[in-house]
């Protein structure tokens, strides 16, 4: 009756009449310290917060309960966000953000290739980069990021105290490196200044990268470079006061490599991470 009433609704004075079952018995049985399922919910409780810490406190009920059932668990995502509820865990939530795109409206720009297609049949063929800040006591840190789109995995990334064309160069040649693409990936970005420049462009050609960019002032466009910094910031950042730059380097080179890439479950490829996504496709 409990299982049936939580998860799916059912009417407990219906269930109790088919079952012949009084209400009082059925509220007494649940009132009861020794009740066993108090006693399989205290179980999962103390699974969830093992796999909430895990997460870095940064998983939510539907990546919890997919959590569990890789490890073999017949449990529904309705009990285990009750169960996150009843201990008052949650991921922290999205703060304020500050403007870092500066476009200019007649400079240079180039079309729209991608066209909010944010799924590619294999690695290698579609790429998005952003620009975010990270705050310190020391000042800005700059963060440039390249993910592949058929992964979500962050291929490269560069860091600077100046936000300019030279960042996003060295986070697309470590891209390049790491990967070596084939003539013909697409690059998709904002139309901020430094993606604009004669060195990005002139970087593009070299590797026979074809440049796409977004409408203007549109976000939506580039929405998983976008949703990248948001896990960044709630995963992570919003949860430090960085004293130094160096400080923010470590920290971030650690979340990407160390648990976005590695471990951290994404819904648009079936509750993957982006390097198990890659080894299952792999040829």
């Known amino acids: 009756m409990f299982d049936h009433h939580k998860s799916k609704g059912w009417p407990l004075r219906v269930m109790a009449r088919l079952l012949c079952v009084s209400l009082s018995g059925y509220h007494a049985w649940i009132r009861r310290p020794n009740c066993p399922r108090h006693d399989k919910d205290a179980w999962y409780q103390s699974i969830i917060k093992e796999l909430f810490e895990q997460s870095r406190q940064t998983y939510g009920s539907p990546r919890i309960f997919e959590d569990l059932r890789a490890l073999g668990h017949r449990i529904s995502e309705k009990r285990v966000a009750r169960l996150m509820r009843e201990m008052g865990i949650s991921p922290v939530q999205k703060r304020r953000s500050v403007r870092t795109t500066v476009s200019d409206i007649h400079g240079w720009h180039a079309p729209n290739l991608l066209d909010r297609e944010f799924r590619a049949d294999a690695p290698n063929i579609k790429w998005v980069g952003d620009i975010t800040y990270i705050d310190t006591h020391q000042g800005w840190l700059y963060l440039a990021t390249v993910i592949d789109l058929f992964s979500r995995r962050v291929v490269g990334w560069a860091f600077s105290t100046t936000i300019d064309a ?29 993606y604009a420049s004669h060195g990005f462009r002139s970087l593009c050609t070299l590797h026979g990268i074809e440049q796409s960019m977004s409408g203007r002032g549109d976000c939506y466009d580039n929405a998983v470079a976008e949703s990248f910094f948001h896990s960044l910031k709630i995963d992570l950042v919003h949860r ?12 971030i080179f650690s979340y990407i490599e160390g648990f976005y890439n590695a471990c951290r479950r994404h819904s648009t490829i079936n509750y993957c991470s982006p390097e198990q996504w890659e080894q299952q496709h792999a040829a």
């Open 166 to 194: 030279s960042l996003v160069c060295s986070a697309l040649s470590m891209a390049v490196r790491q990967r070596k693409p084939a003539p013909g990936v697409i690059f998709h970005s904002d139309r901020g200044s430094q």
């Open 240 to 251: 430090r006061r960085y004293q130094t730059t160096d400080e923010a380097r470590s920290d």
